[in-house]
């Protein structure tokens, strides 16, 4: 009785919802297992394992798919037919993957030959859709976790387009403008064959901009002796391409967040803010951030990072990344009162209340997370796709740390591209505020289904459970509904 009495002053004296309170404490305590959940953790253990034993190098597939399915058992214990229909075992198969050879000829007159690919993981809901990087690291792993992860992220959007994803494993630093167009043209001669307006519509990613899109239109449009505008998004403004769609993701990902903390009654004015990398992600949702108030302090490229305690220049940045293409390191010859390290990885040991990777896979490992918790961070907002590992995801949760997964927060960037195929279809081009007040209210109805999902399912404040669950249910009822196929 006396406990309860201190327990409900508490509850006063701190104006803590108990409710709220309750339900994050049951999250986090040891969960009492029914009989029927821990029928699905080995029935989910034994999928993982038989996919495992087929691809068991497939190191960062593997790991997207152990994510998904620990985050898929709420949802399968209230749902028998998922099991019954095989769903899963279907889903995790892609309907199709393409590798091809793309040869290509240097400035010099050599010869040189990269691997290209393209996942169509799955067509339930429209065209594949899902980008093209152009990265040394990739190869089959990495295009089928991001595809796998863009079926789902797609599906969340709420706009009718499949997932996939492409790519090749060529470097395209330190590549002249006509090496690249070759390059580009070399990946279409083959790539046009698989896609299409209604087939399969491929965007930029790492490594892949409007310039790349728009040689590997070109290249589109001369061997099919057809004008498909709506083949690519990403495309240059006067070719069909949608004002926004540049900024799409950045800001996609501040709009996430803005809502993650209006959950707590606080935005982003006066926040210290932290991303990862400087491209297209990271360098329009410091623009979106810097615009609602917030200070950015440092970012970084694949070299190192730069501080400034005091706030970053937006616009010595850009004009690093976009006008010089050079390093961050550059940044401190103008900023004398900034510093830059030359190891990114430590990006993450800066206090900060938000960070936001915006990268590339696998940057905040156990330590950095670690890190960032013992730092104060209130809020990690993936950018990047799967750039917090398993083990760091587990410790911002058990830290009641506010975590928006990627596959809802950085899908500002496809929701607007199917934007753009709309336009195209209607031969049509909107505003920017248009595109903008669209994209603003995808990402919140995006967050509100992550959110409403993770509270059915028991799992208050959990949004790596709420997006998976709100993108897979949507795919998985329509694959039922279209048969086996
Ligand atoms: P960019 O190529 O424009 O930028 C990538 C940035 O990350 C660069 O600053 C790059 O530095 C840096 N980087 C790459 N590898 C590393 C590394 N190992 N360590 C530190 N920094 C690194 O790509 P985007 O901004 O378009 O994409 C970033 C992430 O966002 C990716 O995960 C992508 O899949 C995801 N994404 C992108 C979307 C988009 O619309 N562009 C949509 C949804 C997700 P450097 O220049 O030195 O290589």
Redesign the pocket.
Known sequence: MYDKLVIEEVYRIDGIDRKKWEASIMTQLERVISAEEQEVIDYMDDLYEKIKARDPHEVEFLQATKMLLNSLVPVFVKNRTYREKNVLEQLIEPERIITFRVPWIDDNGNTHVNRGYRVQFNSALGPYKG?I?FHPSVNLSVMKF?SLTQIFKNSLTGQPIGGGKGGADFDP?GKSDNEIMRFCQSFMTELYRHIGPDIDVP?????V?KREVGYMFGQYKRIQGAYHAGVLT?KGLNYGGSLGRTE??GYGTIYFVQEMLKDRREDFKNKTVIT???????IYAMEKAIKLGAKVVAC????GYVYDRNGLSLQTIKRI?FSEGA?ISEYVKTHPEAEYFDD??KIWSIPCDIALP????N?IDEESAKMLVKNGVQVVAE???M?CSIEAIDIFLENDIMFGP?QAV?AG??ACSSLEMAQNSQRLSWTVEQVDEQLQQIMKTIYSNCKRASNKYDHPGNLVVGANIAGFTKVADTMIEQGVI
């Open positions: 980008g990087r991001l630093k965007a930029g990613d790492i490594g901009g990403g799409a993701t990862s990398g400087s491209g297209n992600v990271a970084s490229d694949s070299a990344k390093r990114g990885s915006c990268a590339t896979q940057e950018g990047a796709n750039p990627a950085n960037g496809v």
